[in-house]
């Protein structure tokens, strides 16, 4: 490190497991502790979901029905915009490289914008999925407003994980402002 003049560095789920965010895959993980049976869901999307637990992330999925999605993500996406969360010390390490003006750019398979919390600058970090930060419209493409969704989504989506006591006992469609369609999640 004390030799490179520019470094790169690309990051995964495993420097935010230490944030207390469980990967998807791992035990314990949300693909592991999938409970289709909780969710909003045809008994085929159900048994979709029990076959192959990304089924619950699938665009084939969302397209038709979007409460599996955001019933899962629901505690993730609110608690990560509320800073349930912190960054870890390699996301640290990675801000330390930008302060030296080393860091030519972070790659980033995570969707939790924990990078974006230790003041990198948007332009070295490059969300290769997506990120928790924004929220659009699958099917327009609109870009809305995050405070305007967050509020959505306690509104309007269960708590499957009996978290909230202030959730709705059932879920409503959020419907995007532009097209009037129910495809307003998080931009991953």
Known sequence: ?????????LVGAGISVGAGIPDFRSPGGMYDT???????ATE??????????????????????????????????LGINEGRWKPTLSHYFIKE??????????YTQNIDGLDYNVGLGAGRVVACHGSLGKASCEFCSTEVDMAWFLQQLRDNIKDIYKIDSSAPASSANILCPSCSRPGVKPST
């Open 44 to 77: 085929a999307e159900r048994d979709a979901m029990r076959a192959e637990p990304t089924a619950v992330v699938d665009w084939g999925l969302f397209r038709h029905n979007q409460f599996p999605y955001l019933e899962v993500r629901r505690p993730f996406i």
């Open 1 to 9: 490190v004390a030799a490179a003049s520019r470094i790169a560095v």
């Open 34 to 40: 999938l409970q289709p049976d909780l969710l909003t």
């Open 97 to 106: 490289l930008e302060n030296r003006g080393k860091l030519a750019r972070l």
